[in-house]
């Protein structure tokens, strides 16, 4: 097995170092295309994501399959998260996993820190529809929804509740807030709350009604293709569709 996988490699390999004039995109089981500067960002991301579950913890890219479509080449690709070899969140699975354990129950209450120091519950939330984003510092395709999600808060912010949670620290989440401009309420020191869910795979979003059930889980934006063939972060209506039904 472990031979026709480096097989495998090799001919992937090969295939992008003779693409010359072809543009490569990764694609991933959620169907998102990235580019190679951006699966780098991700696989940085998962490193991260590594070093916070288990000091064992590796990260493995895995290229599954090559499709050639006119000028481009898009190679179906899914990175894991490994301890001793095996395979600790199977991507796929993993967001499935989270989704049936979410959505349409009642979100689990907490009791979560705000940049303030105030403890904060999650019944403080309902009466009204609110939207949780899991997020870190160093994940860079939550920093590409933020332009999103801002403007989503200012659309919305009168009938629904923004809150960001994140298992970083309030030294640096207000160190991030400096540079990058994210308006949503931040909860933070979550990650006992993050392992519960069985949240290792960032940007997560879900979507809760007034009554406190949720209605929808989604990861991020998906990217768009730009007109000259780049891929870019996607735009806010993605999310606004969810958001109306719950008004």
């Given at each position: 097995?472990?031979?026709?996988?480096?097989?495998?490699?090799?001919?992937?390999?090969?295939?992008?170092?003779?693409?010359?004039?072809?543009?490569?995109?990764?694609?991933?089981?959620?169907?998102?295309?990235?580019?190679?500067?951006?699966?780098?960002?991700?696989?940085?991301?998962?490193?991260?994501?590594?070093?916070?579950?288990?000091?064992?913890?590796?990260?493995?890219?895995?290229?599954?399959?090559?499709?050639?479509?006119?000028?481009?080449?898009?190679?179906?690709?899914?990175?894991?998260?490994?301890?001793?070899?095996?395979?600790?969140?199977?991507?796929?699975?993993?967001?499935?996993?989270?989704?049936?354990?979410?959505?349409?129950?009642?979100?689990?209450?907490?009791?979560?820190?705000?940049?303030?120091?105030?403890?904060?519950?999650?019944?403080?939330?309902?009466?009204?529809?609110?939207?949780?984003?899991?997020?870190?510092?160093?994940c860079a395709p939550c920093?590409?929804?933020?332009?999103?999600?801002?403007?989503?808060?200012?659309?919305?912010?009168?009938?629904?509740?923004?809150?960001?949670?994140?298992?970083?620290?309030?030294?640096?989440?207000?160190?991030f807030l400096e540079t990058?401009?994210?308006?949503?309420?931040?909860?933070?020191?979550?990650?006992?709350?993050?392992?519960?869910?069985?949240?290792?795979?960032?940007?997560?979003?879900?979507?809760?009604?007034?009554?406190?059930?949720?209605?929808?889980?989604?990861?991020?934006?998906?990217?768009?293709?730009?007109e000259n063939g780049k891929?870019?972060?996607?735009?806010?209506?993605?999310?606004?569709?969810?958001?109306?039904?719950?008004?």
């Amino acid at each position: 097995m472990l031979k026709l996988l480096m097989i495998f490699a090799l001919y992937i390999t090969s295939m992008l170092c003779n693409a010359q004039e072809n543009i490569v995109y990764y694609k991933f089981a959620d169907g998102k295309a990235i580019t190679q500067k951006q699966l780098d960002k991700r696989i940085e991301q998962y490193k991260n994501i590594a070093n916070q579950i288990h000091q064992d913890a590796q990260v493995q890219t895995f290229y599954v399959d090559t499709l050639v479509k006119q000028d481009s080449i898009i190679v179906a690709t899914s990175i894991e998260l490994m301890i001793n070899g095996e395979i600790l969140s199977p991507s796929k699975e993993q967001k499935n996993g989270v989704r049936d354990q979410l959505l349409g129950k009642a979100f689990p209450d907490f009791n979560l820190a705000n940049l303030q120091d105030k403890k904060m519950g999650f019944e403080k939330y309902k009466g009204e529809p609110v939207m949780i984003n899991f997020w870190f510092k160093n994940c860079a395709p939550c920093i590409d929804e933020m332009p999103a999600l801002n403007k989503l808060k200012e659309k919305y912010q009168d009938q629904v509740h923004f809150v960001a949670i994140t298992f970083n620290t309030k030294s640096e989440v207000n160190t991030f807030l400096e540079t990058h401009e994210f308006n949503f309420e931040h909860l933070i020191d979550a990650n006992d709350f993050c392992n519960e869910l069985s949240i290792n795979s960032y940007p997560l979003n879900a979507f809760i009604d007034s009554t406190g059930k949720v209605v929808a889980v989604e990861n991020g934006i998906p990217y768009m293709m730009d007109e000259n063939g780049k891929m870019k972060p996607g735009n806010e209506t993605y999310f606004e569709e969810i958001i109306n039904k719950m008004l």
